[in-house]
């Protein structure tokens, strides 16, 4: 089975451009969680969705970032205008029911110059 | 919000050494979860425990849930190099379960040959 997919991999762009990361979480999960990794803060919960409506959002650092989820096998991250300090990997994972056991993708690392 | 304190943030070892590190919480969890992070990919569920007290193995690894519901600890006898990553403790941080995860900033462990 495929895991969860997270495009793009790598992605490198200038201050003050858009950005979209994009998800597709495990068929048959019903949560999905968008996670930001930085050496200083470590993982921090930016969303997650249940059955595709936000849950909590309280970890979205600024109206700059926005996230959707239209349907239960997609997802989006989108950052407009991106700065510097948005440059982390972002992490898409998801999970069925609660079982503690959420399934990372391998992440999209951005880099804002 | 609740923090997990993990310790050490990182460890230098050498191959066949035994490792131990652990993760505690101002609060009490009622999950407590390892996870490990492979260098360029997503972190993946090593073991969960779900009780107080619980001694749970898998392999080399082996994890405690404290007593105090506070603290978890996480030991890899015989380390060989493969098992150099990023180690996470985390837990739901609301009473009677939850999908949202509170994540450790890990202890980071390299492992010479």
């Known amino acids: 089975d495929a895991g969860v997919i997270q495009s793009p991999r790598h992605e490198v762009t200038e201050m003050g451009q858009e950005v979209t990361l994009r998800c597709k979480p495990i068929?048959?999960?019903?949560?999905l969680f968008w996670y930001r990794q930085t050496m200083m803060r470590g993982l921090e919960l930016l969303i997650y969705f249940n059955n595709n409506v936000p849950i909590d959002d309280s970890g979205m650092p600024e109206d700059r970032f926005s996230a959707k989820m239209p349907n239960a096998s997609f997802s989006t991250l989108k950052i407009q205008p991106s700065e510097p300090r948005d440059s982390a990997v972002y992490f898409c994972a998801s999970i069925a029911g609660y079982t503690g056991e959420l399934f990372f993708g391998e992440g999209s690392r951005l880099t804002v110059l | 919000g609740q923090q997990l304190n993990q310790s050490p943030q990182s460890m230098f070892i050498q191959e066949g050494e035994d490792v131990s590190m652990n993760c505690t919480s101002s609060s009490i969890f009622n999950t407590w979860l390892w996870y490990k992070q492979d260098p360029g990919e997503g972190p993946v569920l090593l073991i969960a425990l779900y009780k107080a007290g619980e001694l749970t193995s898998n392999g080399r690894l082996t994890a405690q849930f404290g007593i105090t519901r506070k603290d978890s600890f996480l030991n890899i006898s015989a380390s060989i190099p493969s098992d150099v990553g990023i180690y996470f403790c985390?837990?739901?941080?609301?009473?009677?379960?939850?999908?949202?995860?509170?994540f450790g900033k890990g202890t980071k462990l390299t492992v010479n040959p």
């Open positions: 068929s048959g999960h019903n949560s």
């Open positions: 985390a837990g739901p941080p609301k009473q009677g379960g939850s999908e949202k995860l509170v």
